[in-house]
């Protein structure tokens, strides 16, 4: 990509230790994520980006999809709970019911499987205001949006939706930055460019064998569970990358040009443990005050009594 200069290759070992995870943690602290997507004809994608995100730490996975779709996405996996959404497409009536079950999530994924259209991308543009969580968008997503409308968001796209995304934007390459505004953007290919107005980095490295269809949604996944669990958009976009293509590599001297985006899902476990990214720790995190008001009231009124 012309205009830019100083890429930095990211190292594995920087991965030790990524996210922490606490021994006094409750349902919901490693994140939530809600997921928008999965058009019938790509019903896999959702469940793909749903399973890599579970693989990847998160506590739970919530896929908001039409209904005909969402019923098949239960069948592929008791792990994932799904929002039947009424009708065959995702449609204007649905957008109170996803911004109402954002504000649970602590992070939404769209795009998955969502199809690309005028009517979409006009969809797009009214939800996004609606959903005050962190944000990350698969490719669908990704070229149909306005940078604009983004806050902190982590983008997804290979050379060719890159493109269509310049083209929505009407801008070039040297216009990149300003336009991301504080936005991360991650363009996909043999080597995973991670640009962002704080500094770009190369992430190499993977297996050739990952175009196949699926690896996007999975890539996707592993960035919203990371950014569900440590709060920053560039480091989240930056280790999905870096795990994705050591699953690839992984696969790739087991199975050579025969794996599936599926066997990157069942693969991740392994792949984090051996790159040591969960950290344990055993401090107790410090009660909400809103949490603590509470219980010194009870014990006080039992006191009382």
Not at 116 to 134: D, F, G, Q, T
């Amino acid at each position: 990509m012309e205009g830019l200069e100083g890429y930095v290759a990211l190292r594995e070992k920087k991965l030790r230790g990524f996210i922490e995870k606490n021994i006094h943690f409750s349902k919901g602290d490693a994140g939530r994520i809600l997921i928008i997507g999965g058009a019938e004809r790509y019903v896999g994608a959702a469940v793909l980006a749903g399973l890599a995100a579970l693989h990847s730490g998160v506590d739970s996975v919530m896929i908001a999809a039409p209904e005909t779709s969402a019923r098949l996405m239960n069948a592929f996996s008791p792990d994932l709970v799904t929002v039947k959404l009424p009708g065959d497409d995702l449609a204007d009536a649905h957008l109170r019911i996803l911004a109402e079950l954002s504000e649970n999530a602590s992070v939404v994924l769209i795009g998955p499987g969502m199809g690309v259209s005028e009517e979409r991308k006009a969809w797009l543009e009214r939800l996004i205001p609606l959903i005050h969580a962190p944000v990350v968008l698969d490719a669908d997503a990704t070229k149909q949006i306005r940078l604009v409308v983004l806050e902190r968001a982590v983008l997804f796209a290979n050379k060719k939706e890159y493109e269509q995304l310049k083209e929505t934007n009407n801008f070039s390459d040297e216009h990149l930055l300003p336009n991301l505004g504080t936005n991360v953007l991650v363009v996909k290919g043999k080597e995973d460019l991670v640009l962002s107005q704080k500094g770009h980095r190369l992430v190499k490295g993977g297996h050739s064998r990952a175009t196949v269809s699926g690896t996007g949604d999975v890539l996707a996944g592993i960035a919203a569970a990371f950014y569900a669990q440590c709060k920053e958009p560039i480091a989240a976009a930056q280790a999905a990358c870096i795990v994705a293509k050591k699953a690839a590599e992984r696969l790739g001297e087991s199975h050579g040009y025969a794996y599936l985006a599926s066997d990157m899902v069942s693969i991740l476990p392994t792949v984090l443990k051996d790159l040591r990214l969960f950290r344990v720790t055993k401090h107790e995190p410090t009660p909400s005050k809103g949490l603590l008001t509470q219980f010194k009231k009870k014990t006080e009124k039992h006191a009382k009594e």
